[in-house]
């Protein structure tokens, strides 16, 4: 079982940036995947950004250049930076990881883009 805990959303100006942090209660060296998904209201849960333990990452065209996702092993701390936002960014972000082929997800954290 992994427990995933998102933090470091909130309200921010069109332009603005974020970080987000997903903090995992197991190891994330040993996922075979962590990444960072979203929600919009209305809209289907989309892929944002993950980062494999091969070590290749994957962005969603709609993010690419203006979001990075990194990863602090030692603090089993997975960030997404959330840079240049825009209200189409509006959404529930929630953290995913892959261990053992089981998905499991975080609770999410509401970012809302707005003027």
């Known amino acids: 079982q992994v427990q995933l805990v998102e933090a470091g959303g909130g309200l921010v100006q069109p332009g603005g940036s974020l970080r987000l942090s997903c903090a995992s209660s197991?190891?994330?060296?040993?996922?075979?995947?962590m990444g960072w998904y979203r929600q919009a209201p209305g809209k289907q849960r989309e892929l944002v950004a993950v980062?494999?333990?091969?070590?290749?990452?994957t962005y969603a065209d709609s993010v690419k250049g203006r979001f990075t996702i990194s990863r602090d092993d030692a603090k089993n701390v997975v960030y997404l930076q959330m840079n240049s936002l825009q209200p189409a960014d509006t959404a529930v972000y929630y953290c995913n990881s892959v261990s053992s082929g089981r998905n499991y997800w975080g609770r999410g954290t509401q970012v809302t883009v707005s003027s």
């Open positions: 980062m494999y333990r091969v070590g290749t990452l």
């Open positions: 197991r190891s994330i060296v040993s996922m075979s995947a």
